[in-house]
């Protein structure tokens, strides 16, 4: 099993924000699969730039709103 990326994130939460959208219209909306979308919500994952910035548009957010640095 891999290192953990350093990279934390609010997808969770702004899928919750924004009606409840479930894991696989986020998915569809973005370009990736549900498992793509699972493995970012748990920290397991780091997605492309593209990906990250499609997350954040969609959330109508700044990239700094969605990801973050591990200890800052």
């Known amino acids: ?6 990279i934390t ?4 939460s702004l899928r919750e924000q924004h ?3 479930s ?3 986020l ?3 973005v370009g990736v699969t549900r498992h793509t979308i ?3 919500e748990q920290g397991r994952y780091s997605p492309s730039l593209e990906t ?4 954040a548009r969609l959330f109508d957010v700044g990239l700094e709103d969605v990801f973050g640095w591990e200890g800052d």
């Open 9 to 12: 994130n609010r997808v969770r």
């Open 52 to 55: 990250s910035f499609r997350i």
């Open 19 to 21: 009606g409840r959208m």
């Open 27 to 29: 998915a569809e909306a």
């Open 38 to 40: 699972i493995a970012i």
């Open 1 to 6: 099993m891999g290192k953990r990326p350093p």
């Open 23 to 25: 894991q696989a219209a």
